[in-house]
């Protein structure tokens, strides 16, 4: 199996929400966009975000995990100095974000801060000095 | 903010069942691995699969959702045909995957099936007829 990824997929309670965040409020361009059904925005060389609502995912995947606490996944975009960090950040809060965590130092040398959408999924918005990362993640 | 993911972070109960599987079990190559607390490994052109020990992620994300259920999100792997599907189902099955679920015709027209990792994470392998979508996400 190649090391690769082709699509993200989260499960969304209201795809409204997350059409006025991520389309209107960071201003995405969707690839697909099915009402009631599923948004898809690509999201990287060769990767689509796709954000599919909850009874469609539950239908073919299985029943969710709910209760309290976070879900076990963070998404992270990194950016090329600690300044973009904060921008992106307050991009987030001015979209409607539900909880923005400021950035911070990190004990391994980075500059990050995270953002929830609409159903809590953690962004992480990241400055990492390494150059081997981040000559991997950055576009050119 | 750009439409861009840089790292997809998943929280892990046992680095060392993950290592077993991703490394010894898919044939995967690690680009970083710090035992105990974080195994990465490239999935695209500027895209890294980072699998973090869930004390770790608990300490700066915040407490994990627990519970029975499957975690909100899938991960796909595209391949150029459906017998690409089944190869790769069989493939995960050998490294140990605790649960596959045979690729079937889906309803829009692709043909695809789902393996669990040692944390329950859902892959869904996946071929999709639709060229425009298959443009984006399966390497030239």
């Known amino acids: 199996m190649d090391q690769r990824i082709s699509f993200l997929t989260l499960a969304v ?20 966009d099915v009402p009631g059904e599923v948004l898809m925005f690509r999201a990287g060389p060769q990767l689509v975000l796709s954000l599919w609502e909850r009874s469609h995912f539950e239908g073919e995947v299985g029943t969710l995990m709910t209760g309290p606490g976070v879900a076990p996944i963070t998404i992270a975009h990194n950016v090329a100095d600690p300044a973009g960090v904060d921008e992106v950040l307050a991009a987030a809060e001015a979209a409607g974000s539900p909880h923005v965590q400021v950035a911070v130092q990190r ?6 801060g995270y953002f929830a959408d609409p159903d809590g999924y953690r962004w992480e918005i990241a400055f990492n000095p390494d150059p081997g990362l981040a000559g991997i993640v950055l576009p050119d």
Chains 1, 2 share one sequence.
Do not use: H, I, N, S
Request: charged content about 30%.
């Open 13 to 32: 309670a209201d795809l409204d929400a997350t059409r006025r965040f991520y389309r209107d409020g960071l201003g995405w361009t969707p690839e697909v």
């Open 107 to 112: 004990d391994w040398g980075g500059y990050t």
